[in-house]
């Protein structure tokens, strides 16, 4: 593990800004985008909306962006008013936001409809219950066909839509023949300087480390069991082998039975905010991130390359679409196919000696494009200029 003397930190709640700010927010500038989610939360709602808005700011163009959720749909007139293109963001068909759609069309305000993942297109429900672990019964398909059905027909309302990767582009092409926009997620200005900061102090100690040797699984939502799994074997082996080897997990996953021999060389901590995550993740040495290979995971994200790169911690991960992109095997991380996992995991130890080139590498890389900066003229072009088949 890394020695660090990152304090812990609270992370700013962004509910606590009121309607009327919001709504004067989006009448300044010259043009005027406002961002509808159902419910702000810590996952989806900060990349796909917050990280947005605050990327528009540092453009440099005159551009009122806010956010307004589900419960202040009464307030539709007021924000179109405002607005000249709406956003929703990963919600399920309504009748008022169907309505929200007409009246902005009947205004001639674009409407845009962002998603992260594959949950629009019922032919995957089958695929993503058994990806998740869930039962197939009558009330299970009930419910995910619907709630599938529901983003689909939002989605199919929409003038355009814009997803995280050219993989979940030609998804939502074929299912719904809209116009494509990709914008990546990417790390907004607080995880940035806290996470400058974390790397500064590894970088000035020589990336000093304790005799032990942290490979760290991150989860952010209770649905990774059969992702774990894909690295299970491989790392119980190692863990047998290597004594140093301490297996840290942050969020909601249940490492299970299989590793209680271990005893204190597995630590187990809650879901921590995006700031404390950071400092978490610069503490291991390897974060891990195992993932089936299907249609469903190779539409997501890779956030947790970057998020990881940026505090100077390196990562090995399943070859999907954008971690292989995302990952220079041996030079900014290590891709590891299902079956070679246990030899990426002795790749990664043999090269603890020349870590800090191989972590510096892979931050100025993710620093180079997964910020603002960087995103903010892509997410200015998605809402502005034509939407083109990307």
């Known amino acids: 593990m890394f020695l660090t003397k990152i304090p812990t930190l609270d992370a700013p709640d962004p509910e606590t800004e009121s309607f009327g700010a919001r709504l004067t927010r989006l009448g300044q500038g010259t043009r005027h985008v406002a961002y509808f989610y159902p419910r702000p939360n810590t996952g989806t709602f900060r990349y796909r909306v917050l990280n947005m808005i605050e990327a528009l700011a540092v ?8 956010w307004f959720s589900g419960a202040e749909l009464c307030y539709l ?96 092409r074929e299912f719904s023949g809209l116009p494509m926009a990709v914008i990546p997620n990417f790390m907004n200005r607080l995880q940035l300087e806290h996470s400058a900061r974390i790397l500064a102090e590894k970088c000035a100690s020589g990336f000093a480390r304790d005799g032990y040797i942290h490979v760290g699984y991150f989860s952010g939502s209770p649905t990774h069991r059969r992702d774990f799994a894909v690295v299970e074997d491989a790392l119980l082996a190692l863990m047998d082998a ?27 901590f809650p879901l921590q905010n995006i700031l404390n995550l950071q400092r978490a993740i610069g503490e291991v040495e390897i974060n891990l991130i195992p993932l089936q290979d299907n249609i469903f995971t190779n539409c997501k994200s890779e956030l947790k390359v970057f998020e990881a790169s940026a505090v100077g911690t390196i990562s090995i991960g399943s070859p999907t679409f954008t971690l292989n992109r995302a990952i220079s095997d041996g030079i900014t991380g290590f891709v590891a196919p299902a079956h070679l996992w246990g030899q990426a995991l002795a790749r990664a130890i043999d090269r603890l000696d020349s870590y800090p080139d191989m972590a510096m590498a892979a ?18 072009r998605a809402l502005f200029g034509d939407l083109v088949d990307t």
């Open 59 to 66: 453009t440099g163009e005159a551009v009122g962006a806010s």
């Open 77 to 172: 007139d007021a924000i179109l008013d405002r607005a000249d293109v709406i956003v929703i963001c990963h919600a399920k068909y309504s009748r008022a936001l169907a309505q929200l759609v007409a009246k902005a069309r009947a205004r001639r305000k674009r409407v845009l409809y962002d998603v992260d993942d594959l949950v629009f297109d019922d032919r995957y429900v089958h695929l993503i219950l058994n990806y998740l672990d869930h039962s197939t019964d009558d009330v299970d398909f009930n419910y995910w066909f619907a709630d599938f059905g529901r983003y689909g027909a939002l989605m199919k309302l929409c003038d355009g839509v814009v997803v995280t990767n050219k993989f979940l582009a030609d998804r939502a």
């Open 242 to 268: 290597d004594p140093r080897v301490v297996l840290l997990i942050v969020g909601f996953l249940d490492p299970g039975s299989r590793f209680a021999r271990f005893g204190e060389r597995v630590e187990v």
């Open 363 to 380: 931050a100025h890389a993710a620093l180079r494009c997964y910020v603002p900066d960087v995103q903010g003229p892509v997410v200015l």
